[in-house]
């Protein structure tokens, strides 16, 4: 809060005429901006010349004291302002305030007079010091002089009560206090923000504030919040926190505006906690358990468009997470929650690996539809299940085990090529995935993990191959192919010639239908014989 101090305001020639105070629809008290005020004064001036002194217009509707007069008041006047405030209300031309039994007034009028004062004598000057005046009230009652300084000169000038001011705000007690009986004039240096301070005043008089709150942004009661913090007005800070409490927050940007300003306030005594309450639980459960019952409620779901929805939400919101706290694999928040992903994997895997046991048999193909397409569909959504877990892993960098895990189902490699490939090929898109992952270091299995991945599910894949292209719209041929041959050539170079000629064999059978991984096998055929690496004596340079 600025510096408050006595001072002397009527300085010069004035002539003060009195108009109705804008008025918000909501019923606000406003005053009119700075820039405003004097476009007004402008506009006046070119209309109306400083020698041609105009008359009270008829709309006053309350009366004010004449004006000064002195010995040039024949030759020289101030322009005056017919322009209402942009937001004055239209259904009337005065605004009587809420009722103010509680401090003593039975308000008639509420007027205010809008004060063009000069700063010099030069009457050519544009940027002049301008005053606004307004009387809370009575009109005639006020026995206080509250005079907010603004920016660019801009001056406001509040009439209002000893007694409604040491009622409601501290920060004025104490200043009044401190003065003479006699002190009549106050002054607020730098106001930042004149309008809700002429507002929060104005809430002095009112009896019901929550009322007056109804409608507002969010915005503009945190402003009022402000001052009232400033002025020491606690149940306008009750207010405006009952009314935060109860109105949407639109956006994460408003939600920190006020979760900020609340935290302000905790120190002051005033209850915020339900409040905080809307981002901050009581409840002392682990986020571990919580996130363990967001997994098993979406990998539960059989409906497909909600459980699609909600599956790229929680990735979507775990990648933020991922990105909010980029060294979270390593804390001990960000292991309890890759140990719980990796739980639910193993559970979608044992329950992946009974349904194609169940499948595999050669009766099930002789079961009725009705009992054969619930198996059916349940092994897609659980192989479902276990790519949207590997992708969450692979945003937060902890797929490598899950490449151990999968590169060790030899069982599962096995029955494959006795299911269905209508049914099976959904495997072989975990398997595309992982060597994708690798392919482009977003996994760091160690070698032998590499190699027995291929070893097991490269041929079920190959198999599979033509289907994906043509039956999975996800699947995107050279991202795969780019992936398996750069895991192959992350192997030794013996590997490398085993696993390329077993392609080649597949490739030159199935062509179209088999992965071409001709950029592998260039690769490996130049490290193998046009620029092979010695270990005779020190190791020779490549030739090119």
Known sequence: ????????????????????????????????????????????????????????????????????????????????????????????????????????????????????????????????????????????????????????????????????????????????????????????????????????????????????????????????????????????????LDFLEAVPWVGEEEEERVVSSVLRLQSEGIGVSPILKRVASDVSKPPKDTLSHVLQLVLKSNEEKGRREMKSIVLKLLRENNKSLPNCTSSTSGDLC????????????????????????????????????????????????????LDILADRHGADDFAVVWASQQELAGLHPRVPIVNRHHISCITARLFVGIGRGELLPCKDTRHLLLKTWLQPLIDDYGWLQHGCKSFDRKVVEEGIGRTILTLPLEDQQIILLGWLSSFLKAGDNCPNLQKAFEVWWRRTFVRPYTEQGNATQPSE
């Open 1 to 240: 809060m600025a510096e408050i101090r006595l001072t002397k305001v009527e300085q010069g020639q004035t002539k003060i005429r009195n108009v109705p105070i804008a008025v918000t629809p909501e019923g606000f008290w406003c005053c009119p901006s700075p820039v405003m005020f004097q476009k007004t004064l402008k506009a006046h001036q070119q209309h109306h010349p400083l020698n041609k002194p105009k008359s009270h217009s008829s709309t006053t509707t309350s009366s004010s004291s004449p004006p000064i007069k002195t010995s040039s008041d024949h030759k020289k006047h101030s322009p005056e302002l017919d322009k209402k405030p942009s937001r004055a209300s239209s259904k009337s031309e005065t605004f009587v305030p809420d009722d103010q039994k509680k401090n003593g007034f039975e308000p008639s009028v509420l007027g205010a007079s809008l004060v063009a004062e000069r700063a010099s004598s030069r009457p050519n000057q544009e940027s002049l010091p301008r005053k606004v005046s307004i009387e809370f009230g009575e009109s005639g009652t006020g026995d206080l002089k509250v005079v907010l300084m603004g920016r660019q000169g801009f001056v406001v000038k509040l009439s209002v009560h000893k007694s409604v001011l040491e009622e409601n705000s501290t920060f004025f007690a104490e200043k009044l206090v401190a003065k003479s009986p006699s002190f009549h004039c106050i002054e607020v240096d730098d106001c930042e923000d004149v309008e809700t301070y002429v507002e929060t005043v104005g809430l002095m008089y009112c009896k019901e504030l929550k009322q007056r709150l109804i409608k507002q942004s969010v915005s503009r009661v945190l402003r009022i919040l402000k001052v009232a913090e400033q002025l020491g007005f606690k149940s306008c800070m009750e207010s405006c």
């Open 338 to 389: 890759n140990t719980t992903i990796y739980a639910s994997c193993q559970t979608c895997l044992g329950s992946l690996l009974f349904l194609f046991r169940q499948v595999a048999q050669p009766e099930f193909a002789e079961q009725p539809s009705e009992v054969k397409n619930p198996v059916i569909k349940q092994m897609v959504l659980e192989a479902d299940n276990l790519s949207w877990l």
